[in-house]
């Protein structure tokens, strides 16, 4: 008898990743991961350099410097976090405590793509709302609830469209659910929404028991590397993730350089300024272009090419990567007509628009 794995496992497929070389170039204008075109805090490196010179050691299990330092930043709870490395690991730490066999895991359908996986992974079934223009329907999310529903899960700011959701329209969708289905709200871009009508999560979570919102170190603050992520939820959640969680959920190199991110504001700021110069000048350049700039409360820009303008994005990818930029292109159908580029530096963005117009022109 074979050893086989848990039913449905077979059917899930790879998560598709940003490429990051191109034969031919020895450097590349790479925009199809989203990561920090400024990288990490100077400080962050340095308190990282000095944990690794204790690498022969275990890193401490306590984490309450990191939790007193993200709560002092946040204004938030210490004892509501649990903490993983990144926070993918968290989710699908929650998604498995909180749903199994059986029971239903509902997202939007173009949402972040791992959402399914997470439900899979648990041995759920997950179902796919319909979205209004990749923009979240909260009547489609609610309508696709039942008694089987246990998780509802949503990115806000989303991926890979950019879009968010009101604050008025998050707590919409939450008095929509019973007080036994969990609100799943993966929040990773926060940092960037700076739309007045964006609320954070968080709020939810003091408020009500069945609302958990996971963040990450990995895109504002430039820790992508090092994997570190965290979650706020109830103080009843947030014990039950850390004892079923890795021993050890956050490497010393990782736990010294948040702490040390968070607490320099100075290059928070840079880096918030940065993105949201570019991200207004390469959104209105595209637009200028007649292309379809997706708004964006995130540090990449989601661009669809109309069918009049006669250029396929399989065309538009080649041009780009013939020219040593890397935008980030998805297999999916409703992605089929667009591309996603990360803000990277200002030279960078400007090169990239120029010769994409060029491109277009022809």
Not at 9 to 18: H, K, S
Not at 31 to 43: D, Q, R, T, V, Y
Not at 121 to 148: I, K, N, Q
């Amino acid at each position: 008898m074979n050893v086989t794995a848990q039913p449905g496992l077979r059917e899930i497929g790879y998560y598709m990743v940003g490429i990051s070389k191109l034969p031919g170039f020895d450097r590349v204008i790479k925009l199809s991961s989203n990561e920090s075109a400024l990288g990490a805090s100077p400080k962050a490196l340095e308190a990282a350099a000095q944990a690794i010179a204790h690498s022969h050691l275990y890193p401490e299990v306590d984490t309450e410097c990191l939790e007193e330092a993200i709560a002092a930043r946040f204004s938030l709870d210490a004892g509501r976090m649990a903490f993983g490395p990144g926070s993918d690991e968290l989710l699908t730490r929650i998604v498995n405590a909180y749903a199994g066999p059986g029971d239903e895991v509902v997202h939007s359908k173009n949402a972040y793509m791992q959402f399914p996986i997470y439900a899979k992974l648990a041995g759920a079934t997950p179902v796919a709302a319909a979205d209004e223009d990749l923009h979240y329907s909260v009547d489609a999310l609610l309508a696709c609830v039942t008694e089987r529903t246990k998780i509802v899960i949503v990115a806000n700011p989303d991926n890979p469209s950019g879009t968010h959701l009101s604050g008025a329209e998050l707590r919409r969708l939450h008095a929509g659910l019973s007080p036994g289905t969990l609100l799943l709200i993966d929040a990773a871009y926060e940092e960037y929404a700076l739309e007045a009508d964006y609320e954070s999560g968080t709020k939810l979570v003091e408020q009500f028991d069945n609302v958990v919102v996971t963040r990450t170190f990995s895109k504002i603050f430039g820790l992508a590397g090092l994997r570190l992520g965290w979650c706020y939820g109830s103080r009843e959640m947030a014990d039950l993730l850390t004892k079923i969680g890795p021993s050890f959920p956050v490497n010393a190199a990782a736990q010294a350089a948040g702490v040390a991110a968070i607490e320099d504001r100075a290059h928070f700021d840079r880096v918030l300024a940065h993105n949201a110069k570019c991200i207004k000048d390469f959104s209105q350049a595209l637009n200028d272009m007649g292309l379809k700039a997706y708004p964006s409360q995130t540090n990449f820009v989601l661009v669809a090419f109309p069918d009049g303008l006669g250029v396929s994005t399989e065309a538009v990818d080649g041009h780009l990567k013939a020219n040593g930029i890397i935008p980030r292109r998805f297999a999916v159908p409703d992605f089929a007509d667009k591309l996603r580029f990360t803000m990277g530096l200002e030279w960078e963005m400007e090169k990239t628009a120029e010769v994409l117009g060029d491109f277009l022109r022809r």
